[in-house]
């Protein structure tokens, strides 16, 4: 297993600015579109300029700021800038709006936290991601990728449980353990699973030691804060964006290496036919 460990002392708004700019290993402009992916159902899609390749399309999943947040929409622009194709459905639609953004003790807002992350809604968001497949197969895409942002890395890892990607990615996530680590590896035991979180992360912070020894790729951020924005131009919050990115793309990239498949054909013979 992997356990590594990131040390700052400064507020954490791991991939966003205040002004919903990404911060990272590189800024890119918005290149994105709200495209259909079914009749009912919206995405956000982003094509590299440049194809890498590749030929991986990554699946985004948003937080609870939902499907409109540019924060969410900046990365999608962010793996089409790095070459990959990349699409965000919109797992809320209209029925599942977030009441605002109240204080955490808001009797509502917990009751809609609940709603949207029974286990129900997890296989309605799994159909959705599912979804995405075939426009990214539309564009050439053989290998996938999965990324989730906060209530997002809860539905990421439930829905790489499908054996459909390579690669998936949790960023400070909800409700993650070792026995639901084990639940996915058991599900898609070829999958590469990392968790990166904030130490101060209620949901994952005490559990990512156990994560860990059950075999889960994990990287802790000490002394950042979860959930808070950030100035773009503090060179150390860019840094660490830019190790978050970075990861990301290296678990995706190594999910691209094709293992090579030998088949024994006996002995070959001139007359041979």
């Known amino acids: 297993f992997a356990l590594n460990t990131f040390r700052k002392s400064l507020p954490w708004r791991l991939l ?16 994105g579109s709200v495209i259909e992916v079914t009749p009912v ?19 985004v999943v948003h937080d609870v700021l939902g499907f409109a947040d540019p924060n969410c929409r900046h990365l999608v622009d962010h793996w089409a800038s790095r070459g990959f194709e990349a699409l965000m459905p919109d797992c809320f639609e209209k029925e599942a709006e ?29 159909l959705k991601v599912l979804d995405c497949i075939p426009i990214l197969k539309e564009q050439g895409c053989i290998r996938f990728g999965i990324i ?34 084990t639940l996915t590896h058991e599900a898609a035991p070829d999958l590469a699973m990392l968790y990166m979180v904030s130490e101060d992360n209620e949901y994952l912070s005490s559990v990512v030691e156990e994560i860990a020894a059950a075999g889960g790729k994990v990287k802790v951020f ?27 793309e290296q678990i995706f990239a190594e999910a691209c290496l094709k293992k090579s498949n030998f088949v024994k054909v006996g002995t070959l013979h001139p007359d041979a036919r």
């Open 222 to 248: 000490q002394d950042l804060q979860e959930g808070f924005a950030a100035s773009a131009s503090d060179e150390e919050v860019v840094r660490a964006a830019g190790e978050i990115l970075q990861a990301a």
């Open 98 to 126: 977030p009441p605002g953004l109240p204080d955490d003790d808001d009797e509502a807002f917990q009751k809609w936290l609940a709603n949207i992350s029974n286990e129900k809604f997890r296989e309605n968001c799994l």
């Open 41 to 59: 159902l919206q995405g956000y899609y982003a094509a590299p300029r440049l194809k890498s390749g590749r030929r991986m399309g990554i699946a």
């Open 148 to 181: 989730g942002l906060g209530w997002g890395g809860l539905i990421a890892e439930h829905v790489a449980r499908s054996g459909e990607f390579g690669a998936a990615v949790s960023v400070n996530g909800w409700e993650h353990s070792a026995a639901t680590y």
């Open 16 to 31: 966003y600015s205040h002004d919903g700019r990404l911060c990272g290993a590189q800024m890119c402009s918005r290149v």
